[in-house]
C-alpha cells in the first residue's frame, strides 16, 4: 500500500459460475461466440462507489485466470459471490492471504453467512450502497472492523451508474441493469424478501436513462437484463413512470435493446403492464410457477400464485408477446409421487421451453430453514445450485430415492435423449408468439454466422435430426421470428448437455450408494454374530470381489463423464471408496487369510 495507508491498486474479482449449472449458459455461448452469459452488477456498482483516483481493474474469472502478476499489482482484493460460487470465492481469498493483500467480501454469500468467509478481512453485508462508505471511512481511520453488518435498506437513488466501462462487453452475451430490489410477497423458501424487504424500492426512470445512455455509449447493442427479483413489485411506477420513458428513449435510439426480467406471475392480471412492456421492448419474462400443486403453493406461502390459474396465466402473458421462462420446484412436504409427471404435463403444455425445475432447497434465512431446523431436517449447508442437482439438505417428507427418481424422469423429458419434447415446446411457444408483436430482430451480420454455426454443430449432435425438423418448420412457417428460432436452438443445445453430464453423475453416484447400503447389511450380520464370521470367510471375501467390481465399474462410469461435471463426482467416489473399505476393516484378519490385503485408503 501507498505511505497513506490506503490501497492505491483496488482488484474486484468475480469467482466463477460452475459450468455445470443452468444459469452458466456455458454450452450454448460457446457457438455464439461469447465467453459469458452477463456481466457482475454488483462488483461494477461497487466500483463506482469508490473514490476517484484509484486504479481500478475488474477481473471475471468466468473467462479470466486470476495469476501471480495480478495479486500482486493489487493493495487489496474485493470479492462478491453467490452461494453458488463459494468455492470459486474461498481460492481467491485464500490466494490473496498467501500475498498478505487484504481481502473485502460482499454479496449474497456474505450476507447469507458470514461464517463462512475464514479468510476475509472484511464482510460487508447487505447492499453495498449502505455498508461500503462506512467501510471506507473506517478505512482511512484505520478503525475498520472486519463485519459490517446489513443496515436498513437504502434509497436506490443512492446507487451510482455501474462502472460499465471497467467490462468487456465484447465477452457477454447480455448486460445487466437493475431499477428495483424487494419483493412484496413471503414465500417461505426465498429469502429475497429477508434481504431486500417487502417494500419494493425502484430508481426514477431518470436514473435507468443514464445507465441505458452509458451503455449505448460503450457500443452495446442486444439483451439487457432487469435483474429485479420482481420487476413489477411497485406496479404503479413501473407504468407511470419507467414503461413510458423506457418506450420514448427507446423509439429514439432505434430499440438497441431488448430487455429481459423476473416478475410474479400476476403481471398476467395487468392488461396495461403486458402491453407497456412490450412497447418498451421486453421480450422474455421469468415467472416462479414453483408448482401446479395448490397443496403446495398454499404450504409455502406462495399465495399469489393460488389467485390465478396459471395455464391461463402464462397463455396471457405469451400472447401479449413475452416469452415466460418459468422456474418450477419439486421436494415440497405434500408433494406425492404423481407431481413429477404433473410438472412434466404443465411445462409441455404450456409450451415453455427454459423451465427451470429444481428440488426443493432451504437457504438460510429463510422461513423454511427455521421452520426445517426446528423440525431436526436440516442435514447440510446448501449448494446455491437450484437445478441439475440430485441432493437436498434436508430431509424430505417423501423417501430420498423415489424423489430422486421422479426429479430424474422430470429431467431426462424435459431435455433428455434427442430433445423431442423441447423442441415441442418451441414450437408450441413461436406459434404464439408469430401472432403477437414480439420484440425479435432483424437478423445482423453477427447472427448470420452464429446461425450457421449452429447448424453444422447441432445437426451433427445426438438429437440432430430432431433440431433440423425443428429449424425447418420454424423457417417455413415463422420466417419473421428465425433469430429466436436460432436461439432456442442454440439454447436447447447448453439444456441438453448439462442434463446428459448429470444424469451420468447421478447414476455413477447412485450405484455407489447402493453398493454402500447393500454391503453394511450384509456385513453387519457378520459383525454381530462372530460365529457366522468364523466360518464365513468365503462369503466375506466373495462380497469384497463384488465391491471391487462395483467400485472399478463407478470408475468406469465416471470417466464417460464430461471433465466439467467430474470433479464433485470423484470427491463422491473417493468418499464412498474409503467408506466402502472400512465396512470390511473388522474382517481384516478373514480376509488376509484369504490372500487379501485390506488398505483403508482410496488409491
Not at 124 to 131: A, D, F, I, M, R
Not at 143 to 157: D, F, M, N, T
Not at 357 to 377: D, H, I, M, Y
Not at 444 to 471: F, H, K, M, N
Amino acid at each position: 500500500m501507498p505511505g497513506n495507508g490506503m490501497p492505491q491498486h483496488i482488484l474486484l474479482v468475480y469467482p466463477a459460475i460452475p459450468p455445470d449449472t443452468y444459469w452458466s449458459f456455458k454450452y450454448a455461448l460457446r457457438i455464439i461466440r461469447r465467453r459469458s452469459a452477463m456481466p457482475p452488477l454488483g462488483l461494477a456498482t461497487a466500483a463506482a462507489l469508490l473514490p476517484g483516483g484509484l486504479d481500478l481493474r475488474l477481473m471475471d474469472l468466468n473467462f479470466e485466470t486470476l495469476d501471480d502478476a495480478d495479486l500482486d499489482w493489487a493493495d487489496m482484493v474485493f470479492v462478491s459471490a453467490m452461494r453458488i460460487q463459494k468455492a470459486g470465492a474461498a481460492e481467491i481469498i485464500a490466494a490473496a492471504n498467501r500475498r498478505g493483500i487484504p481481502v473485502a467480501v460482499g454479496g449474497p454469500w456474505a450476507t447469507a453467512t458470514p461464517e463462512e468467509l475464514t479468510g476475509a478481512d472484511y464482510i460487508l453485508q447487505g447492499e453495498v450502497e449502505s455498508s461500503f462508505s462506512r467501510f471506507w471511512t473506517d478505512l482511512a481511520c484505520g478503525r475498520a472492523r472486519r463485519v459490517y453488518p446489513s443496515p436498513s435498506p437504502p434509497p436506490l437513488e443512492r446507487s451510482p451508474v455501474p462502472r460499465f466501462d471497467l467490462l468487456d462487453l465484447r465477452a457477454y452475451a447480455s448486460m445487466a441493469i437493475q431499477y428495483s430490489r424487494g419483493c412484496p410477497f413471503r414465500c417461505e423458501f426465498c429469502d429475497i424478501w429477508v434481504h431486500y424487504g417487502n417494500r419494493p424500492r425502484v430508481k426514477t426512470s431518470r436514473r435507468v436513462l443514464e445507465e441505458l445512455e452509458v451503455l449505448y455509449r460503450l457500443g452495446w447493442r442486444g439483451p439487457v437484463f432487469v435483474v429485479d427479483d420482481n420487476f413489477i413489485g411497485n406496479r404503479r411506477q413501473v407504468k407511470a413512470d419507467l414503461l413510458p420513458a423506457l418506450s420514448a428513449w427507446q423509439a429514439r435510439r432505434g430499440y438497441p435493446f431488448r430487455f429481459f426480467t423476473e416478475a410474479s406471475i400476476d403481471l398476467a392480471d395487468d392488461g396495461q403492464l403486458l402491453s407497456g412492456m412490450r412497447r418498451a421492448g421486453f421480450n422474455e419474462v421469468f415467472i416462479g410457477i414453483e408448482t401446479p400443486s395448490t397443496r403446495a403453493l398454499s404450504e409455502t406461502g406462495k399465495h399469489h400464485n393460488l389467485k390465478t390459474d396459471p395455464a391461463k396465466a402464462v397463455a396471457t402473458i405469451q400472447q401479449a408477446g413475452l416469452e415466460v421462462m418459468g422456474g418450477f420446484i419439486v421436494g415440497f412436504d405434500s408433494d406425492g409421487a404423481d407431481i413429477f409427471a404433473r410438472q412434466i404435463r404443465f411445462i409441455q403444455k404450456a409450451g415453455i421451453p427454459q423451465a427451470m425445475v429444481g428440488l426443493l432447497t432451504a437457504l438460510p434465512g429463510t422461513r423454511l430453514f427455521a421452520r426445517l431446523q426446528a423440525e431436526g431436517r436440516i442435514l447440510n449447508a446448501a449448494s446455491g445450485n437450484n437445478t441439475h442437482s440430485f441432493e437436498t439438505n434436508f430431509s424430505p417428507r417423501m423417501a430420498g430415492d423415489q424423489l430422486r427418481r421422479g426429479y430424474r424422469r422430470v429431467l431426462s423429458t424435459l431435455y433428455g435423449g434427442n430433445l423431442a419434447n423441447y423442441f415441442v415446446r418451441c414450437n408450441r411457444l413461436l406459434d404464439v408468439l408469430a401472432q403477437t408483436r414480439f420484440m425479435g430482430r432483424s437478423l445482423r451480420l453477427e447472427d448470420c454466422r452464429t446461425a450457421l454455426r449452429a447448424i453444422v454443430r447441432q445437426t451433427l449432435s445426438p438429437y440432430g435430426w430432431q433440431y433440423l425438423r425443428y429449424l425447418a418448420r420454424n423457417v417455413r412457417r415463422h420466417p419473421r421470428l428465425l433469430a429466436q428460432t436460432v436461439k432456442y436452438g442454440v439454447v436447447g443445445h447448453h439444456f441438453h448437455i448439462i442434463t446428459r453430464e448429470m444424469l451420468k453423475y447421478e447414476r455413477a453416484t447412485s450405484h455407489l450408494n447402493r453398493v454402500y447400503d447393500q454391503l453394511r447389511v450384509m456385513l453387519k450380520a457378520f459383525e454381530h454374530h462372530p460365529e457366522l464370521a468364523a466360518n464365513g470367510v468365503e462369503p466375506i471375501a466373495a462380497a469384497w470381489r463384488w465391491s471391487m467390481a462395483a467400485i472399478a465399474e463407478a470408475q468406469a462410469r465416471i470417466e464417460k463423464i464430461h471433465v466439467d461435471f467430474r470433479a464433485d463426482v470423484v470427491y463422491h467416489y473417493e468418499t464412498m471408496t474409503r467408506r466402502i473399505r472400512c465396512l470390511f476393516a473388522p474382517f481384516a484378519s478373514e480376509l488376509n487369510r484369504h490372500g487379501i490385503d485390506l488398505p483403508l485408503q482410496s488409491t
